[in-house]
């Protein structure tokens, strides 16, 4: 499965141990009635999800929180990692769950186009304006309609690094493109490797990372927001700009670990293993969910591993996101109530307790959360304001954005290969954009 898509993979291993330990009990308790009734009383509500895990036994807890609020009975379903594949077939039947929770907008436009989601109520659309900066209101909107939730979000930009080999070569973390460039080519003249790349063919998606993070900071929402629905050409000069600073660094083979050919070889997995459990390199990109991997090796996050910003390319910074989108697919007021309460601080802080959880709730504070990474890419996010932006390859149709050895994935691929190429890569991702988005 696609790692930029993980949105709920936890941002620590510590916080997965002791989330799993605090939410501990059984499925026993799915359910349970609460103390005094309410106005929910005696409405069952299902709800699909593609959690497992830690990630379910967060979850329940979350909804545990509803029922004891409203009464209500939610049943939780596990769709499995294809979500379209579970839920499509209980459309069709007219038997699906009361809500979903999708792992892309794509989806849900794809949903709300064939009339399978139900609008949000008035009270719920404005819970979604009091608690998320507009953006994230028009990302759950189709055709005027708001239908989705942002409930959960994977933060996409940090970097990885040792902190003690930083310390042994005199480097802080950077903080502008000029200074990642700058702490590279320290950090080898000290004779460490400063960044292992993923760049294999079923991994180059980290690559579209990188491009819209420097994107982003250079070219500023408005062109982001532009490019990811091809309302500018990838020919377009701002592309090209990014491109060469990206050539910054991609394109010194000795800044990569193995080189350029070691590079468009390895997985995801194996670029942090390389740095936090071989130590081959000084830091990777890999967004809060690299914390998983992390996890296999004997570094410890938050002292062997630590991250930093994904430094300021322009004059906006980055802030990329993944997540997952709550829906409503039956009418009733237990499937509104329920989108209601997902979309308001109150689920949000009993989430952000738990770990493994983040979110663009804006009123979800940062002493909310439970883990001091956490709390450190909340603060990140916050402060990005309305500059945040979603995945942009996760926006687009997947022929260009989300297929291995097709479109943005393997003509970011090929770049690395050959960075002095500028003009090129701009005419493949405008050829490859130009089909999928026809």
Known sequence: MRLSKLTGVAVTAAMLLSAAAACGGDDGDEGSEPAGGGALKGTTIEVAAKWTGPEETNFRKVLQAFEKKTGAKVNYASTGENTDAYLGPRIEAKNPPDVAILPQPGLMQQYAEKGSLKPLGDDVVAEVGKNFAPYWKELGSSDGKTYGVMVKAAYKSILWYRPQVFDDAGVQPPATWADLTKAAGTLQDAGTTPITLAAGPQDSWTLTDWFENVYLSQAGPENYDKLAKHEIKWTDPTVGKALQTLAEIWGKPDFLNGGVATATKTKFDESVTQVFGQDKAAMVYGGDFAAANIATTKAKVGTDAKVFAFPQAGDTAP???????????????????????????EAGKVWAGLGGYLTPNKNVPSSAYSDPIAKQLIEQLQKSGDAARYDMSDLAPAAFGATPGKGEWEALRQFVQNPTDVKGTQAKLEAEAAKAYK
């Open 319 to 345: 802030a990329i996101l993944g997540g997952d989108v709550a829906v409503a697919l039956k009418d009733g007021k237990g499937a509104q109530e329920l989108m209601k309460f997902l979309a308001s601080p």
